[in-house]
């Protein structure tokens, strides 16, 4: 099975703070995503990438960057934390195909205070 | 841009007996994939069942299965059965022809299953 695995169920910062949200997965995947999921707002893409070192913006990009130096491993990143950015943080994965379906972590819930 | 609506924010049904989801999207593609996803308490998102657009054959899972009428845009969820572990939130979700490969989701949907 597909494991995806995000380093923090869940996460506490303050205000102006780097946040780094880790995210692995052992199948290989060229594609990686980072999602958004907020009440009543369903989940909204925030950045994906579709091979190492490569990335696209997504739906809701502002105030976020990622890092993805290996194929396994996708990295989001909040440069300066802010209030409105707590929410839950979902990495999924999926092979480089329309069909396929994207495998997800469990992910964290991040509070910034 | 491509849309994705479940108009039901919330659902219950009794353990055993069927319940529908339902699921409408908007695009002006022809080929494209359909997905439903299902959400426990748990939060780890799940692949339910999935529909490719030029299948005329609605798709099935076990208790699970889809009424996709194409030209409707309707995508709706059929669980039969209904078990106390089928509770969760249920998200109708659209990927179509471009290279992002990226999902667009619905809203969600939570469903409540009564003993």
């Known amino acids: 099975d597909v494991k995806v695995t995000q380093s923090s169920r869940y996460l506490v910062k303050r205000t102006g703070e780097k946040v780094f949200l880790e995210c692995v997965q052992d199948?290989?995947?060229?594609?990686m995503f980072w999602y958004r999921q907020d009440p009543g707002l369903g989940l909204r893409l925030i950045y994906f990438s579709y091979d190492v070192k490569m990335k696209e913006k997504g739906d809701i990009p502002e105030g976020y960057s990622v890092s993805r130096e290996k194929k396994e491993r996708f990295s989001l990143i909040l440069e300066s934390a802010s209030t409105n950015q707590t929410s839950m943080y979902l990495c999924?994965?999926?092979?480089?195909?329309?069909?396929?379906?994207?495998?997800f972590g469990d992910g964290t819930r991040l509070s910034i205070l | 841009a491509q849309t994705v609506t479940q108009s039901q924010p919330e659902m219950s049904v009794q353990e055993a007996e069927t319940v529908t989801l339902s699921c409408t999207y908007d695009?002006?593609?022809?080929?494209?994939?359909l997905f439903w996803y299902k959400q426990p308490p748990s939060r780890q998102m799940i692949l339910v069942i999935r529909q490719e657009a030029y299948k005329q054959q609605n798709a099935t899972e076990n208790r699970f299965s889809v009424n996709f009428q194409k030209a409707a845009k309707s995508f709706s969820l059929k669980i039969s059965d209904s078990q106390l572990g089928d509770a969760a939130m249920y998200f109708c979700?659209?990927?179509?022809?471009?290279?992002?490969?990226?999902?667009?989701f619905g809203k969600g949907m939570k469903l409540t299953v009564n003993p």
């Open positions: 999924a994965s999926s092979l480089p195909s329309r069909g396929v379906p994207q495998h």
């Open positions: 695009t002006s593609e022809s080929d494209y994939y």
């Open positions: 199948m290989d995947h060229e594609n």
């Open positions: 979700a659209y990927r179509g022809q471009g290279g992002s490969e990226k999902l667009v």
